[in-house]
Nanobody, 126 residues
Framework: VQLQASGGGLVQIGGSLRLSCAAS????????VAWFRQAPGKEREGVSC????????TYADSVKGRFTISRDNAKNTIDLQMSGLKPEDTAVYYC????????????????????WGQGTQVTVSS
């Protein structure tokens, strides 16, 4: 079971990046997928999550309207499109997957997820 995150990099304020997480070693029938981020000296925080059979994705207030999460079951990938990037978005971004059902209230909780990618650095410069 592996999750490989990619797409990070250095971008200017207001720019865009698309992160991708490729899953291997298991089928795409996991229940929940999510992106988290961790800035230096800070705790890991939930950015966005998407549960199977849910009404739609969940976003942290700080990224609503700027980030979009998506999953492609055929390719077994989970993407995060980020636009309008700000310096406070600078962090290492991680993708995560959970197979069992998950309450929406727990969707952005790092403790809810079993499998994690290795992280990809996003740096937004002024």
């Amino acid at each position: 079971v592996q999750l490989q995150a990619s797409g990070g990099g250095l971008v200017q304020i207001g720019g865009s990046l698309r992160l991708s997480c490729a899953a291997s070693g298991f089928a795409s029938d996991y229940h929940s997928v999510a992106w988290f981020r961790q800035a230096p000296g800070k705790e890991r925080e939930g950015v966005s999550c998407l549960r199977t059979y849910s009404n739609g994705p969940t976003y942290a207030d700080s990224v609503k309207g700027r980030f979009t999460i998506s999953r492609d079951n055929a390719k077994n990938t989970i993407d995060l499109q980020m636009s309008g990037l700000k310096p406070e978005d600078t962090a290492v971004y991680y993708c995560a997957v959970r197979f069992n059902r998950l309450l929406n209230s727990m969707c952005l909780d790092p403790g809810s997820y079993t499998y994690w990618g290795q992280g990809t650095q996003v740096t937004v410069s002024s």
